[in-house]
Nanobody
């Protein structure tokens, strides 16, 4: 079992920044990749960014150059630094941890981008 707890969401003006955190606990040694996904009202959940144990990253085209995913292995935490936020970035952001044959999800954190 893996438990994921996200934090860092909130309200920010367009052009602003937020940093999301996802703390993992439990069977963390079985995790081979983690990522951030988001879901806006009426839309499907979509990939934002992923990072592997080896540090390889992948980003959605819509966030490239603005968002950065990183991990602190000592703290078992993955971060998503979000800069130059746009109204279309508003969504519930979910952390995901991949292990062999299944994935775990956090409860989500709301990001609102509005003036």
């Amino acid at each position: 079992q893996v438990q994921l707890v996200e934090s860092g969401g909130g309200l920010v003006q367009p052009g602003g920044s937020l940093r999301l955190s996802c703390a993992a606990s439990g069977s963390i040694g079985s995790i081979y990749a983690m990522g951030w996904y988001r879901q806006a009202p009426g839309k499907q959940r979509e990939l934002v960014a992923t990072i592997t144990n080896g540090g390889n990253t992948n980003y959605a085209d819509s966030v490239k150059g603005r968002f950065t995913i990183s991990r602190d292995n000592a703290k078992n935490t993955v971060y998503l630094q979000m800069n130059s936020l746009k109204p279309e970035d508003a969504a519930v952001y979910y952390c995901k941890a991949d292990i062999v044959l299944r994935a775990y999800w956090g409860q989500g954190t709301q990001v609102t981008v509005s003036s």
